[in-house]
């Protein structure tokens, strides 16, 4: 809910907003999802290393799951 939409809504009504704290879930070594580059046509993502990787299966809830050759 921590949003600037319902943050601006708090204030004109006078609401005082409490927000509970986010710890960061960024993991050192690992790369962030939006530094990872999409190729439409051959259907496979770039890490940021250069590494491919490419659509491995589809889960439960719809969505195309990507993974690279651990080797």
Excluded: M, W
Excluded at 13 to 36: A, L, M, S, T, W
Excluded at 58 to 69: A, P, V
């Amino acid at each position: 809910y921590f949003t600037p939409h319902i943050c601006k809504g708090l204030v004109e009504r006078n609401i005082y907003g409490v927000i509970g704290y986010r710890r960061p879930n960024h993991k050192d070594g690992f790369f962030y999802k939006r530094e990872y580059e999409y190729d439409a046509q051959a259907d496979v993502y770039r890490c940021p290393n250069g590494q491919l990787l490419a659509y491995s299966t589809t889960n439960r809830l719809g969505y195309r799951e990507y993974k690279s050759d651990a080797k």
